[in-house]
Nanobody, 122 residues
Framework: QVQLVESGGGLVQAGGSLRLSCAAS????????MGWFRQAPGKEREFVAA????????IYADSVKGRFTISRDNAKNTMYLQMNSLKPEDTAVYYC???????????????WGQGTQVTVSS
């Protein structure tokens, strides 16, 4: 079992930046591909980004490509999402997720955090 706790959400103006963190515990962090997802009010949860176990590979949703950067520090059991040039449409609850996979999954994650709210004002 892996426990995940997100932090770093908040209220920011359009054009601003935030960095989300996801702290993991319970199992060997480096065995898990990690991902970020988000869910806006009244919408389905959607994929944002994923990073490979070693951190060498990552993929992004088209809507965030060039603005968001996913990274991880396996020594600290922590994953990050640096969000720049934020837009009001980025407003959502952001979730981190883990999956014991050698690839970069965009779905089918096994473990989830409780989420952190990001609100971008116009």
């Amino acid at each position: 079992q892996v426990q995940l706790v997100e932090s770093g959400g908040g209220l920011v103006q359009a054009g601003g930046s935030l960095r989300l963190s996801c702290a993991a515990s319970g199992r060997t962090f480096s065995n898990y591909a990690m991902g970020w997802f988000r869910q806006a009010p009244g919408k389905e949860r959607e994929f944002v980004a994923a990073i490979s176990r070693g951190g060498g590979y990552s993929i992004y949703a088209d809507s965030v490509k060039g603005r968001f950067t996913i990274s991880r520090d396996n020594a600290k059991n922590t994953m990050y999402l640096q969000m720049n040039s934020l837009k009001p449409e980025d407003t959502a609850v952001y979730y981190c997720a883990a999956k014991p996979s050698p690839s970069l999954p965009v779905s089918g994650y096994d473990y989830w955090g409780q989420g952190t709210q990001v609100t971008v004002s116009s």
